[in-house]
């Protein structure tokens, strides 16, 4: 292992573990593909570690390539906020992919909206979108994610959270369901089994709060870790799901919609970013276009 780091390979080692790929981080450090892999190869040797492998046509990151990956691109991110002017943007010139966390129900409301807007004013910046798994913060606070979009609960407390909009669930079940003719009383609300949307299998929440108060339980015989694929399953049976309103309004299409016959608190749902952030000309670009897309959204949609 070598004694002599160069820092600017920090930038070249960041560029690599996003891309996975050695013509393509050429390509956006504008090196020739024998250069970076010269890079690699010192990189390979200071960190005595592989870092890229080959597994068929493909580079994989090896384990030691998943530690350093969220603290390269930090350490990075941080020094281009150093060095990067605060004054002036150009758009039309910026070269930047953002890493956004967002369920499937987000994307599919506003993800067409988003892509427009960035692409109109900023032709050369990409959007990765990436799963919700958890509401850890660690993602924005290693630099994995630039942005987060979600509902606000246990977060770390220096992580920076701005409204986007505010939702409310509602029940959602298939054409002709029995839901769809007569009032919907609780009573008949609880009397139909149920699919319930939880990331860690959990089947209760504020709705059975609310029908516990008024003496009713209802039956919760499927758990789906996301509301597309709860959507799916009430389209095809006799369940009843209940989703976010903005969020599903696509994807409800053909479906009876109604309004849950029993009291239950709206959601905020919040774009969330790490304070080295906070700064960034681009960042808070991108943070703006968000805010326009889910406001324009609001205004049409009710």
Known sequence: MSSTIDLNMLVVLDVLLTEQSVARAAQRLELSPSAMSRSLARLRNVTGDQLLVRAGHALVPTPLALEL???VRAVVADAQNVLRPSVHLDLASLERTFTVRA???FIERYGARIAGLVEQEAPNVRLRFAAKPDK???MLRDGIADLEIGVVSNMAPELRIQALFRDRFVGVVRAGHPLAEGEITPERYAAFRHVSVSRRGHPFGPIDDALRDLDLKRTVSMIVPSFPAALALARSTELVANVPERQTEPARAGMFTFRLPVATP???VSQIWHPRLEGDCAHRWLRT???RVC???QDTAE
Do not use: I, P, W
Request: overall charge neutral; some cysteine; hydrophobic content about 15%.
């Open 136 to 138: 850890s913060g660690a």
């Open 69 to 71: 990956r969220g603290k």
């Open 295 to 297: 406001s324009d959204s």
């Open 103 to 105: 369920n499937d129900g």
């Open 266 to 268: 709206d959601v905020t």
């Open 289 to 291: 276009c968000l805010r």
